[in-house]
Nanobody, 125 residues
Framework: QLQLVESGGGLVQAGGSLRLSCAAS????????MGWFRQAPGKEREFVAA????????YYADSVKGRFTISRDNAKNTVALQMNSLEPEDTAVYYC??????????????????WGQGTQVTVSS
């Protein structure tokens, strides 16, 4: 049973940067695809980024491509999301998630087995 805890959220002005971290415990972290999702008020939780168990492949939603970078450190059981050039539209609760499937690329909420509690990111204009 994998436990995930996010940190690093906060309030930032448009154009600024934030780095989110997610610490995993209680399971074999390196076996899982790790993903980041976000949920804005009144909206569905949406996929943001995913990284393969080995860290050598990543995938991003079009809305964040070129601005966000996902990375992981299997030695430390952590996954990070570096967010640059933030926009007010990026305001949401951000969640990290872990999943395993026939393919490493998991973009659907139902494909992930474990979730963190979320961290709030607010971007002011």
């Amino acid at each position: 049973q994998l436990q995930l805890v996010e940190s690093g959220g906060g309030l930032v002005q448009a154009g600024g940067s934030l780095r989110l971290s997610c610490a995993a415990s209680g399971g074999t972290f390196s076996r899982y695809t790790m993903g980041w999702f976000r949920q804005a008020p009144g909206k569905e939780r949406e996929f943001v980024a995913a990284i393969r168990w080995s860290g050598d492949m990543t995938y991003y939603a079009d809305s964040v491509k070129g601005r966000f970078t996902i990375s992981r450190d299997n030695a430390k059981n952590t996954v990070a999301l570096q967010m640059n050039s933030l926009e007010p539209e990026d305001t949401a609760v951000y969640y990290c998630a872990a999943g395993r499937g026939s393919s490493w690329l998991l973009t659907g909420r139902s494909e992930y087995d474990y979730w963190g509690q979320g961290t709030q990111v607010t971007v002011s204009s």
